[in-house]
């Protein structure tokens, strides 16, 4: 929890961001300072060497970073770290300035801590203007880990476990709500290189039915938030997802803006929530966000500055499981797209916000684009789109449940 509330409190525009970290191992203490030039909290690696025992290495636009044994891999520019097979995502972005690569202090607070598991501890403080990271020593290290037994029986989910499924190797019951973008009198983007009339609304319902059908196929409970030509208020279609559902799909078809270069783009991106960074990124949400023109009428959403504060706390809550979701589903259907992998993207849909759960929206490729046009109308395209999501979804559910097996234990202490 506290975790969460550190979170909140460096994204939240006006709370100050720690002016300095303190690393206390049993060998002593090193205060390091905190810069926050790019809008997030960063710490200079260099200046962590020394007490963690951390080594840096710059290559091309990749940081490796060694920790107690644990190698963490950075892309310069891109949320995300990962660290034993294991994609984290982060709040800020790795950067190199002066010649000293920064790191978000999200990774030091909340992936080290996890990633090289009962070694460090992350003290938030509660002035918001310092925070300790603990070296616990080993003997203490080995008792924060629970307590082994005699037995040898393997560790299993919480839940009433069954055999594995055959086809996906769940052991859990779970719940996927699928929204296809736009419908009714939102037409989406005009679909340039669809044939014979077909609109983004078409092609989304159609990979959103697609979908339910693949991961019925594998045993997953999947939900529409439409299943005909009908518009749904987007700030209602995330709230659908609730108790029973373990994430949100939102499906689109990109589309460029009238131009020279509109029809050479083409490729599949997928999205989780935060603020836009680029100009594309902008053009994107703002298209997906029009169909809030189409709606009248009132709609279930919080509203008001506590409404703000719930939807802050949950879109970071979900916000690291969101960006691995996106990342295993992006990978899936990239192998399979004719058009490119555009890889995965941050931008604020609104569509997203009104999640209670890990939420995603994939662009499956460009109207605007020869190729990818043919191949969203195409039915074997659509089969090959719903599939690949499927089987990213299927990916990130199994690491869910790996996560949950491993942290069972705890629980019942
Ligand atoms: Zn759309």
């Given at each position: 929890m506290s975790v969460l509330l550190w979170l909140v409190l460096v994204t939240a525009p006006r709370a100050p961001a720690p002016?300095?970290?303190?690393?206390?191992?049993?060998?002593?203490?090193?205060?390091?300072?905190?810069?926050?030039?790019?809008?997030?909290?960063?710490?200079?690696?260099?200046?962590?060497?020394?007490?963690?025992?951390?080594?840096?290495?710059?290559?091309?636009?990749?940081v490796?970073?060694?920790?107690?044994?644990?190698?963490?891999?950075?892309?310069?520019?891109?949320?995300?770290?990962?660290?034993?097979?294991?994609?984290?995502?982060?709040?800020?972005?790795?950067?190199?300035?002066?010649?000293?690569?920064?790191?978000?202090?999200?990774?030091?607070?909340?992936?080290?801590?996890?990633?090289?598991?009962?070694?460090?501890?992350?003290?938030?403080?509660?002035?918001?203007?310092?925070?300790?990271?603990?070296?616990?020593?080993?003997?203490?290290?080995?008792?924060?880990?629970?307590?082994?037994?005699?037995?040898?029986?393997?560790?299993?989910p919480p839940s009433p476990a069954s055999a594995p499924n055959p086809i996906t190797g769940l052991?859990?019951?779970?719940?996927?709500?699928?929204?296809?973008?736009?419908?009714?009198?939102?037409?989406?983007?005009?679909?340039?290189?669809?044939?014979?009339?077909?609109?983004?609304?078409?092609?989304?319902?159609?990979?959103?039915?697609?979908?339910?059908?693949?991961?019925?196929?594998?045993?997953?409970?999947?939900?529409?938030?439409?299943?005909?030509?009908?518009?749904?208020?987007?700030?209602?279609?995330?709230?659908?997802?609730?108790?029973?559902?373990?994430?949100?799909?939102?499906?689109h078809v990109n589309a460029m803006p009238d131009g020279r270069r509109a029809d050479r783009v083409s490729g599949v991106e997928t999205y989780f929530l935060s603020d836009a960074k680029t100009e594309d990124q902008q053009r994107v949400a703002q298209m997906e966000n029009e169909a809030i023109s189409f709606e009248t009428g009132t709609s279930s959403a919080a509203t008001g500055p506590l409404g703000f504060i719930l939807r802050d706390l949950q879109v970071n809550e979900y916000l690291r499981e969101s960006a691995q979701l996106a990342q295993l589903v992006q990978d899936s259907a990239a192998r399979i797209h004719p058009g490119g992998d555009r890889g995965v993207q941050q931008a604020g849909f609104t569509v997203l916000t009104t999640a209670r759960r890990p939420a995603i929206l994939v662009e499956t490729g460009f109207a605007t684009n020869r190729t990818d046009g043919a191949f969203l109308a195409s039915s074997l395209g659509q089969h090959k789109i719903a599939s690949a999501i499927a089987d990213g979804i299927v990916?990130?559910?199994?690491?869910?449940?790996?996560?949950?097996?491993?942290?069972?234990p705890a629980r019942g202490r």
């Open positions: 002016q300095a970290v303190v690393i206390a191992t049993p060998r002593g203490e090193t205060s390091v300072p905190v810069t926050t030039e790019r809008g997030t909290a960063a710490v200079a690696a260099p200046r962590l060497g020394p007490p963690l025992g951390l080594t840096v290495a710059l290559d091309g636009s990749r490796t970073v060694g920790l107690s044994g644990v190698v963490f891999v950075f892309q310069l520019g891109a949320p995300f770290v990962r660290a034993g097979g294991v994609v984290y995502g982060l709040v800020g972005e790795p950067y190199v300035a002066r010649d000293t690569v920064f790191l978000p202090l999200h990774w030091l607070a909340d992936c080290v801590p996890r990633a090289v598991g009962g070694r460090y501890r992350w003290e938030p403080a509660p002035g918001g203007d310092t925070g300790r990271l603990v070296e616990l020593p080993i003997a203490s290290a080995v008792t924060a880990t629970p307590p082994s037994t005699p037995s040898t029986a393997p560790v299993l052991r859990l019951r779970h719940g996927v709500v699928i929204d296809p973008g736009h419908g009714g009198v939102d037409p989406g983007n005009p679909g340039r290189y669809f044939p014979s009339g077909l609109v983004e609304k078409d092609i989304t319902l159609a990979i959103g039915r697609l979908l339910r059908a693949e991961l019925t196929r594998r045993a997953i409970v999947a939900t529409l938030t439409r299943s005909t030509d009908t518009l749904i208020d987007l700030t209602d279609r995330g709230a659908l997802c609730k108790a029973a559902c373990d994430l949100f799909v939102s499906i990916a990130y559910l199994l690491e869910l449940e790996r996560k949950r097996a491993v942290a069972a």
